[in-house]
């Protein structure tokens, strides 16, 4: 890293967007809980009757691309700051924030189909939903999302010591320019795919072939990261806005299944990296919107949101003959909103405050460690 000038005499110097990351944390970012809070819409207005007019496949396309930009934005910080990534802290972070959570809703599905107000389950099947497998082997039936979390999963199981390799090795436009090619290379495994098999819709779901919707997001985080890089290489805020909303569009557009289970994502991820770009940087417009405080609530329950609405939804299916498919879901939604707030409050909060105490602490080991090498070292 280049040195800095020195600051004038009785100034303090700039902070350092690399290394110098908000104190109140990752949701900092602007505008990243509106996107949490949009993507989460989408995905429920889809599973109440809204398919055709709402994309929710694309907003688990976007929770992906969102996932991707963060966690590569936090390690590029972390690695700048401390010349490493800590793989303990950072699996034990995604550990206590995806597994509890995962957990009780799965107990939740079970509970409710034994006792007959949802329908039975391949209970066989559940040792893949609890070891992130589903993408792979749908076998159990569970009305839960779980093959984006094992998406997910696998990216932060093989992610960080790429990106360590990477940062340690070359800069971050040289990363960005080889998470690209794992782009390409996803593109070409979703052609092959479709190419080879008659039913081709589960290409949507496998790892190998949507891992790439995640990277879009860590080429931004790389590669003209709006919170880092304070030099805007891609067009001013409203020609972005443009580009990235028309190339959205082509992808909603085309209907032709096979385009869809293909080009569609590398299309969206590109057009998303510059509406991402653009709406970070963009205090005027964007900021007040997506950092708004009913977004902010709607992301810090997204997660659950996304776990349990369907179970609900299932659950309140004996009512759509008297309220419709979308009185009776809006009703599976509102339960669900109910129970991630609960969830929220006595289950992920105290799992937080009690991981932060634990890294609080290695921290402080760490530091009396390198207290005791440099006294040995000075005896």
Known sequence: MAEQPAPAAGKSPAPDPLVDQPKSGPSTIPALDGFRAIAILFV??????????????????????LSGYLITTLLRREFARDGAISFKAFYTRRMVRIIPPMYIAILLAIALSASGVIYELDYRGLIFDFAFLTNYFPVSGIPIGLWSLAVEEHFYLLFPAFAALCLRRWDARQCAILC????????????????????????NFWTHTRLDSILFGSILAMWNNPVIDPEDKLPPTMVSYAIGVSLLLVGFAIRDEAFRQTLRYT?????????????????????PILNSRILEYVAKLSYTLYLVH??????????EPMLGQMGAGLIGVAVSFVFADLMYRFVETPLGRWRRGVEKGWKAQAMQRTSNQAERMNG
């Open 310 to 319: 369907v179970i609900f939804i299932y659950a309140f299916k004996p009512l």
């Open 267 to 287: 299309i969206q991820g590109v057009g998303l990296i510059f509406i991402f770009n653009a709406a970070i940087r963009d205090t005027r417009l964007a900021h």
């Open 180 to 203: 690209a090619v794992f782009c390409l290379i996803a593109l070409g495994l979703r052609l092959y795919e479709v190419g080879r098999l008659e039913d081709f819709t589960r290409v």
């Open 44 to 65: 429920m207005c889809s599973h109440i009757g809204l398919e055709k007019v709402v994309p929710g496949q694309f907003g688990v396309t976007l929770f992906f691309f």
